[in-house]
């Protein structure tokens, strides 16, 4: 399949999430014929589908020319008391859609993390060997192993992913919600990462696979894609106050080790960028400037 081809019409599994949802935008304004799908979030022009049942039915049934795979169980320290559950919808329930990827010759785009990594030394690059520390990253990284078995696939690891619009749970949105009810917000200060920006995450990519870049014969299979700086939560939520005008005294940042999160953290986590860079010519982008983006939406947000 010529790389013109691959976003002719792209199927979406889970859709009505944070990632999927940045996708799902990026590809209509694209004039995609993108079909996507929910399990218990319905969204305007979504198909439900639960991978727990016919997943591989339903790919037949919309015959796409890329599957993007979103879907997963992402609750870290839900994962952690819940290893089986984890296991099945993080691992055993993708063996289908991955076979279905390799019958048909159809790539397939799947997202991994920096919680593979101990978080002894970020950040880190794609050649950096895992040791992940909870049950999620372990139920990625075997993700993952499946996906890196196909002949088209990109592994694309994302950390800390914010955006506005998509999701009413990540960090981002609890900081809005924080900061305009001026509640305490607690955060770790020592977890230090690389947030990676939806939108631009959805832009870059639809840009590489449309060049053939990513998920071609001969091309990186696991591309790391975060924010080129390493920000702490405290940072994160501080610099929103300030676009905001907002008052930034709610922040409190807490050791880790006296937060008593049910999953172990890495600490000094994070991704490299600079395959994504070198290798593959994008510009990576700062945190200032994926705020600078946001900072309409994120006005409109916190007036809401
Ligand atoms: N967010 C981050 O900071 C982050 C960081 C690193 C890696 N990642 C990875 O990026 C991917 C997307 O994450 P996200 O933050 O967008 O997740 P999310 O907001 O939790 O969305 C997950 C999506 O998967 C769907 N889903 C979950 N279980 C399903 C199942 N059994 N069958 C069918 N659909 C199912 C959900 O549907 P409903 O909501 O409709 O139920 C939702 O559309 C995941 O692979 C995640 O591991 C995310």
Avoid at 258 to 287: S, T
């Amino acid at each position: 399949m010529s790389a013109s081809r691959v976003l002719a019409a792209p199927v979406i599994l889970g859709a009505s999430g944070l990632v999927g949802g940045a996708f799902l935008a990026a590809l209509r304004a694209r004039g995609a014929a993108v079909r996507g799908t929910y399990r218990t979030q319905p969204g305007p022009g979504l198909d439900p589908l639960d991978l727990a049942g016919e997943g591989a039915a339903y790919l037949d049934s919309v015959a796409p020319s890329l599957v993007i795979l979103t879907s997963a169980l992402t609750h870290v320290d839900y994962c952690e008391s819940h290893p089986e559950e984890t296991h099945e919808r993080n691992v055993r329930q993708l063996e289908p859609i991955v076979a279905w990827c390799g019958r048909a010759g159809v790539p397939l785009v799947f997202f991994s993390t920096d919680y593979l990594f101990d978080g002894r030394e970020g950040p880190y690059d794609e050649d950096t060997a895992p040791h992940p520390l909870n049950v999620y990253g372990r139920s990625k990284l075997e993700g993952e192993a499946l996906v890196r078995a196909l002949g088209r696939h990109a592994v694309l690891r994302i950390t800390n992913v914010f955006d506005i619009g998509f999701d009413v749970k990540n960090f981002l949105i609890r900081c809005l919600d924080h900061l305009r009810q001026r509640k305490p917000l607690i955060v770790p200060g020592d977890q230090l990462a690389t947030p990676t920006y939806a939108t631009w995450l959805a832009a870059e990519t639809l840009d590489l696979l449309a060049r053939g870049a990513i998920a071609a014969p001969g091309t990186p299979g696991v591309l790391h894609l975060g924010c080129d700086e390493m920000i702490s939560r405290v940072d994160f939520a501080t610099r929103v106050a300030a676009i905001l005008g907002a008052d930034a005294s709610i922040v409190e940042g807490k050791p880790t080790a006296e937060l008593h999160q049910a999953a172990p953290r890495p600490l000094m986590g994070g991704l490299r960028n600079d395959r994504l860079k070198r290798l593959l010519g994008v510009a990576a982008i700062r945190f200032d400037d994926a705020l600078a983006d946001l900072t309409p939406r994120l006005r409109e947000a916190y007036r809401a």
